[in-house]
């Protein structure tokens, strides 16, 4: 699998990362909703993985690729849909970290949007901007500047997540573990801003809905299929079912 990158930027502190771009279209894919289209291509994926060179992002892919190739699909849609749509600390959508319910979010999010267009990335339609699995692709094909920097501005709500599916004992955490070992060390800083989204969840004001209210902690009670999402994404894609 070979991504063409439409610019980079050399950091400095960058993580050294063999076939990087690749490593960042893996995530992005894998960690989606395993629909029939990713099994469809279930071959493909597992070359690519096996395929990638020699690093530590590489080595938790191929145990992320072990462990999700061990279910069957009904188990595996059952787990992505408990993990990620019905708990609030491992959401997907990076937005409602940094910003949670407050008016401006919906500023960050047409930002983003516009940052998008203007490296030339169309996003897949019926995703909001900040789904991770959408910034990681945007990642991969605009380079460690415009595509890295939109991770590393949402650093705290990736450790958050990282951190949750640790706890439940997710085999998702060794894509997270991969994309944190790109990133490099987490700073002082984020790691504390982290700490209190875990302790406090994120922003919240009178636009937010009743849910806000809800220990951050707990996952979400609502009724049966009722997946958890931000404040205005809170129904599953069509064929998400546990």
Do not use: N
């Not at 749509?85 to 047409?110: I, K, N, P, W």
């Not at 991969?140 to 958050?160: F, K, N, Q, Y």
């Amino acid at each position: 699998m070979s991504i063409p990158l439409l610019r980079r930027s050399r950091r400095r502190d960058l993580v050294e990362v063999p076939a990087r771009a690749d490593v960042l279209a893996l995530c992005s894919v894998l960690l989606g909703y395993p629909d029939e289209a990713l099994y469809a291509d279930l071959d493909l994926l597992g070359e690519a993985v096996a395929a990638l060179p020699a690093s530590v992002p590489a080595a938790h892919l191929a145990v992320f690729w072990r462990a999700f190739t061990d279910q069957t699909p009904a188990q595996a849609r059952a787990h992505y849909v408990e993990t990620f749509d019905l708990r609030r600390r491992s959401s997907l959508f990076l937005s409602y970290y940094l910003h949670g319910d407050t008016r401006q979010r919906g500023m960050a999010l047409l930002s983003l949007k516009q940052r998008y267009r203007a490296c030339g990335f169309t996003p897949e339609e019926g995703e909001l901007p900040d789904y991770l699995p959408m910034v990681l692709e945007f990642a991969s094909r605009a380079g460690t500047g415009a595509g890295e920097g939109v991770l590393r501005a949402h650093r705290p709500g990736i450790e958050l997540i990282r951190r949750s599916l640790a706890d439940r004992g997710s085999w998702y955490q060794e894509i997270l573990e991969a994309v944190s070992v790109l990133l490099g060390p987490v700073s002082d800083r984020h790691r504390t801003e982290a700490d209190q989204l875990a302790s406090s969840g994120p922003p919240s004001d009178d636009a937010g809905l009743e849910i806000a209210a809800m220990p951050y902690g707990s996952g979400w009670t609502g009724s049966p299929g009722t997946p958890f999402g931000p404040p205005e994404y809170t129904c599953a894609p069509a064929g998400r079912q546990p």
